[in-house]
């Protein structure tokens, strides 16, 4: 079935420094990827959707200077969370659309110290 | 959004059946009834999905009500890996229309041994 590998899965970083996290579609190719921040204890909420070749559309909220995706080509998008606070330590996960179900990542633990 | 509603959470005995009801009185014709589950520190996985019939696979059953208002994920033998927050959602089968997920607050399934 469809794969899709995010990395890394844990990352602890020192406040003020940008942390990029990569989702990639293993054996299928994956024009749109999905973008979740999930709090303790609280469901995962969309944060954006990741177009190939084109710009993310961003939910209502979601600072699109400080949570920088790039989407490049049909199997890798990135996201990049730049001048990282304690307040962005959270667990991201990234997802993409298969013919019929969605697929997720494993999930990235990030941690602001 | 066509919008589902859960219990916050639900126990059974490991190896007993467990039946999780979803509740989505709003659903539209188009739309397909998803199950999700996300087992702890981990993304979340595809459990099973259904239109009008009740449908059947390796980990789950999904029985639909015949006037689609409801549906209920069916664990047939429960096992302490099932522990895991159980989320059902809708998605219209026209792709492109309602592209992204957006999760609700789930069931939390506790598993007793």
């Known amino acids: 079935g469809a794969v899709v590998s995010q990395h890394p899965s844990r990352v602890i970083c020192k406040s003020g420094t940008s942390v990029k996290i990569e989702c990639r579609s293993l054996?299928?190719?994956?024009?749109?990827m999905f973008w979740y921040r999930q709090f303790p204890k609280q469901s995962l909420m969309l944060m954006a959707t990741?177009?190939?070749?084109?710009?993310?559309?961003?939910e209502q909220g979601v600072e699109k200077d400080k949570f920088l995706i790039n989407h490049a080509s049909l199997t890798l998008s990135t996201l990049t969370v730049a001048s990282a606070h304690p307040e962005d330590s959270s667990f991201y996960i990234c997802?993409?659309?298969?013919?019929?179900?969605?697929?997720f990542g494993s999930g990235t633990r990030l941690t602001v110290v | 959004d066509a919008k589902t509603t859960q219990p916050n959470s639900m126990e059974s005995n490991e190896e007993e059946p467990v039946h999780l009801p979803c509740n989505h009185s709003t659903i539209s014709g188009t739309d397909y009834i998803h199950w999700y589950r996300q087992l702890p520190s981990q993304g979340p996985e595809y459990v099973i999905h259904?239109?009008?019939s009740n449908v059947n696979n390796r980990m789950a059953s999904l029985a639909i009500a015949e006037d689609r208002k409801s549906s209920t994920l069916i664990l047939h033998r429960a096992t302490l890996r099932d522990a895991a927050v159980y989320y059902c959602i809708l998605r219209d089968v026209i792709v492109g229309r309602d592209d992204k997920i957006i999760f609700g607050k789930g069931t939390r399934l506790h598993i007793l041994p």
């Open positions: 054996d299928f190719q994956a024009t749109t």
């Open positions: 990741s177009n190939e070749g084109s710009k993310a559309t961003y």
């Open positions: 259904g239109l009008t």
């Open positions: 997802s993409a659309r298969g013919t019929e179900a969605y697929t």
